[in-house]
């Protein structure tokens, strides 16, 4: 009787160790299952937030692109400007002095206007005419390498001080 016993026991113990070693299985298949499932939400997490990122570095790349022509642009102006200050400034050193008389033998004849009232000036009405500050800072810049050492400009430059300044001297 113990052989038919044993022998009945066996298979109930056999099938109840399968079964638990399947279910056991299917637990392990199932958390890692869900694990992978976690890395695969937290993958297509950080892919969206890199394409975002992606987007918005496009974005700002074109963004620079166009900061970057508008420079080259205002560039060229300034470049341009320059040359016609530097023409202009050229053009009125080689003029001859119209009033000789007053100057001294030896002396150069000097305009009543200083640079330093220039630069006032042109600080004044910076935000009045901001369309002008450029201008005017070119001219000044140039115009400093002339002025003597407490401001006072050659006659010379009279007629350009007239014509780039003269609104703000009140002409």
Not at 17 to 31: I, M, W
Not at 44 to 50: D, Q, S, V
Not at 54 to 61: F, K, M, P
Request: proline share 5%; glycine share 4%; no cysteine.
């Amino acid at each position: 009787m113990r052989s038919a016993t044993s022998s009945s026991f066996r298979p109930s113990v056999h099938a109840d160790l399968l079964y638990h070693g399947r279910v056991e299985a299917t637990e392990v298949n199932d958390r890692r299952l869900a694990a992978v499932e976690q890395r695969e939400l937290a993958l297509a997490r950080r892919a969206a937030e890199l394409s975002a990122r992606e987007r918005a570095l496009g974005e700002l790349e074109r963004a620079l692109h166009e900061q970057a022509r508008e420079l080259i642009v205002k560039q060229r102006a300034l470049e341009t400007l320059e040359r016609a200050v530097h023409e202009r400034l050229e053009a009125v050193v080689q003029q001859p002095e119209t009033e000789p008389a007053e100057a001294p033998e030896g002396e150069e004849a000097l305009s009543t206007v200083t640079l330093y009232e220039l630069e006032s000036l042109v600080a004044t009405r910076r935000d009045a005419e901001p369309e002008s500050v450029e201008e005017w800072n070119d001219y000044l810049y140039h115009l400093r390498e002339f002025a003597q050492p407490d401001g006072r400009l050659p006659a010379r430059f009279d007629g350009l001080i007239e014509d780039v300044f003269g609104p703000l001297l009140g002409r």
